[in-house]
Nanobody, 125 residues
């Protein structure tokens, strides 16, 4: 199983980025997909998730209204559209996959079996 995250970079505050996470080696449609981030000196933080069936989405309060998660089952890919970026969004962003995915656990990093390598997002003020 591989998860390959990309799309990070340096952007000014107020700007936008779109992250992609291409997966292989798993039956993508059976997986709840999540995005987490980790800033230096901080714990890994849940950002958003999209369920394997029906596509119900979940967002952390810190990104609600600014970030949007989407999935393309045909491409085995999950996306994270990030708008109105703030300096505090600076972190390494990780995608993760949880087979089936229990609703009560979508925000828990421990629930996800597979992780991508991370992509750096830096927002300058």
């Amino acid at each position: 199983v591989q998860l390959q995250a990309s799309g990070g970079g340096l952007v000014q505050a107020g700007g936008s980025l779109r992250l992609s996470c291409v997966t292989s080696g798993l039956t993508f449609r059976d997986y709840t997909m999540g995005w987490f981030r980790q800033a230096p000196g901080k714990e890994r933080e849940f950002i958003t998730a999209i369920r394997y069936r029906g596509g119900t989405t979940y967002y952390a309060d810190s990104v609600k209204g600014r970030f949007t998660i989407a999935r393309d089952n045909a491409k085995s890919t999950v996306y994270l559209q990030m708008n109105s970026l703030k300096p505090e969004d600076t972190a390494v962003y990780f995608c993760a996959a949880d087979r089936w995915g229990i609703v009560s656990s979508v925000a828990s990093a421990d629930a996800y079996e597979h992780w991508g390598q991370g992509t750096q997002v830096t927002v300058s003020s």
